[in-house]
């Protein structure tokens, strides 16, 4: 079983819709998670950080945290064109040396 | 957000030569980096933590004598690829810790070996 999982998509949303990403993880010891954008030939951009069970909303971007099932995942509201990316989840492995192991990334395209 | 820089962008460089990568955290100081590399369609393997004025930790089954990684100050990180062969060719993304334990990344360099 990997340490963290995505689905790779492609996941297609139209322009305006709601788009869901979701992330699954391996460490029941696991604090901390983290949802980056990594356009195309780009390097990932730090989108959200959660911490504690519960929603986490930033302007369009509500991350969701849930240590019981060991998911996370993020929601787009109003998604547009230029969200189109792929999203990374990546969690702490590592307390101490603050490793983080990433997923594989989920391809999000959003269709005008 | 923190802004961290890399150098060059982009290398091209004959195999069996030696390239140099320079990462540098512009507003803050990091005391730990890392270093990633990325093959294409795949995601981000991290190849080691640089540590400021400590050896570098290297992940299992990186060669420590390949990828020389040496973080003089607190601002910069530099990674040596030795010897570059074609199958070094990558992109190369570094990462610094800010003093909320997030990371960011740099804009990546992207290695090719003729």
Redesign the interface.
Known sequence: QKEVEQNSGPLSVPEGAIASLNCTYSDRGSQ?F?W?RQYSG?????IM?IYSNGDKEDGRFTAQLNKASQYVSLLIRDSQPSDSATY?CAVLRDQG?????????TRLTINP | ?AVVSQHPSRVICKSGTSVKIECRSLDFQAT?M?WYRQFPK???M?MA?SNEGSKA?YEQGVEKDKFLINHASLTLSTLTVTSAHPEDSSFY?CSA?DYH????????TRLTVT
């Not at chain 2, 334990?101 to 990546?108: A, D, H, T």
């Open positions: 901390s983290f980056y780009k390097s990932p951009e730090l950080s990374l040396a603050q490793k983080l192991v990433f997923g594989q990334g | 957000g730990t890392f795949q995601s981000l991290l933590t930790t993304i810790l334990y997030e990371q960011y990344f740099g804009p990546g």
